[in-house]
C-alpha cells in the first residue's frame, strides 16, 4: 500500500490557500505571495520548506517550553496510541489521565486538587466560569454569575471567553456575547496615567490602586451578583504586564470579602514561563481556580486543564450531582501520557531552575534595546517579555493606525522573520514586540533575539 504522495511547494502553496482557512490570518495578504511552510524544528529552531532556519523566539505560541525534536515526547505519544488511543473522562476514566490530575494537584498551590481537564485554554476558561455559575447556584447563591477582567486582557475565542476578553475589536464580529461581563484597568505601569490611575504613583501605589478598581467594580454591579475575577499572573494582551508589588495579596483580600472567586488565568503563565509551575506561585497568591494548557505538553499534543478547589466540588459530591460539562477530547490518553513525559523532563533537566538562573540575563540582554529611540519599554517576567515600541520616548507618544500598519507590520513583523527570529508584533493595545522562547534557551539565544531585533528595529525608526 502506498503512503499519501507529498505535495510539491507549488501544489503546497495552491492547496495552503484554496483550502486552509488559517487562524487570525488576513488570508488576502497572500494572493501574491507565498503562505509561510514550517515543515520541521530542532530545539529553539524552526525551518521553513525552503531549509531557511528561524530561532522559535515565541515558543510557537507560548507553548513550546521543552523546544523542538524531543523523541521522548513522541515516543511516549506513540506507545499510548498502541495502547490505548481513545477513551472519554466521562464516567470512565484511564490511568494516564489519573496519573496527570494527581500530579498537576501536587504541584498546584494550596487545595487546588480536582483537576477538569480540556483539549486547550479557551475551554479551560469556558469551564471555570461554568463551574462559577454552577457552584453558586448549587449553594444557594444563585445570582452570583457575573465575571470582572481586566481591558486589553485576552482569555479565549469561544463565546464564554471572549466575553471575558478586554479587547473591543475582537468581539464586534461575534456580538452579541455573553452577557455579565465587565472590565477593570490593568496594571501596565508604563501607560498608568491613561488608563484612569492618578499622576505619580509608586508601583506598590498602583498595584493598590489597580486592585481596588476590582472592589469598586463589584460594588457597582453589587456583590451578590458576581462570581468570579479572572486575571493573568502577567498580562498577555498590551506586551506583559507584570503585577506590582502587593497587587494579588489585595486582589486575594477583595474577592474574600465580597465571596467571590479568583481565577488564575495561567494557560500562557503556567509550567515554567515564569519559572515556576504556577504563576500564582511566582507571585505568591491562592488562587481558587487555576485555568492553564499550552506548556503542560509542551505542544507535542494538545491539552487544557482547569484546577479547583477542594471546597468547589463539595457540592458535586453530593448524591445525584453532576457537574453537566465535558469535551470528548478533555484528558485524551495520548495528550495525557504526553504530559506526564513532558512534566518527567522538567524535572530531570531542571527546567524551572534553568530558567530562574538565566532571567536575570534574558532581561538585561533585551534591555540593551533601550538605547533604541523606538524602544519604550521593556517589561516581563522569567522567559516572557514585551518590548512597546514608541514614536517619541520622552512624551511615550504611541503609533498611528497607519504607522502600525506600514512601520508594525509592515516592516517589523515581516523585517523580523525575513532575518531569522519568529515572534509577534502586535498592536493590541500599543505597538509592541513579545518574545517568549523555549525555556532551554540560553545566553546564545538571548544574543541572537537581541541582535536581530535591534537591526528590525533601527530600520524601522528610520521610517517613522
Known sequence: MMGPMALDSDAQ???????????FTRQGGYADHDVPVIVRGEGAYIYD?????????LAGLFVSQ????????????AKQAKELAFMPLWSYAHPPAIELAERVAAYAPGDLNRVFFTSGGGEAVETAW???????KLTGRPMKHKVISRAIAYHGTTQGALSITGLPFLKQQFEPLVPSTFRVPNTNYYRATE???????????????AADQIAIAIENEGPDTVAAVFLEPVQNAGGCFPPPPGYFDRVREICDQYDVLLV??????????LGHMFGADRFGYQPDII????????GYAPLGAMIASDRLMEPFLEDGAMFAHGYTFGGHPVSTA???????????????????DNEGAFRATLERLKDLPIVGDVRGEGYFYGIELVKDKDTKETFSDEECERILFGAVSKGLFEEGLYCRADDRGDPVVQLAPPLICDQSHFDEIEQILRVVLDKAHALL
Open 291 to 298: 485555568t492553564c494548557a499550552k506548556g503542560i505538553t509542551s
Open 338 to 356: 504526553v504530559a506526564l513525559a513532558n512534566l518527567d523532563i522538567f524535572e530531570s533537566e531542571n527546567v524551572l531552575e534553568h530558567v530562574r
Open 264 to 273: 488564575s488565568d495561567e494557560v500562557i503563565c503556567a509550567f515554567g514561563r
Open 66 to 77: 521543552l523546544g523542538h525534536g524531543r523523541t521522548e515526547l513522541a515516543e511516549a505519544a
Open 130 to 136: 461554568k463551574l462559577a455559575k454552577n457552584y453558586y
Open 49 to 57: 520548506d525552503k531549509g531557511r532556519r528561524y530561532l522559535d523566539g
Open 195 to 209: 488608563h484612569g490611575s492618578p499622576e505619580g504613583l509608586t508601583p506598590e501605589q498602583f498595584g493598590r490602586w
Open 13 to 23: 502553496q495552491r492547496a495552503a490557500k484554496d483550502n486552509l482557512w488559517m487562524h
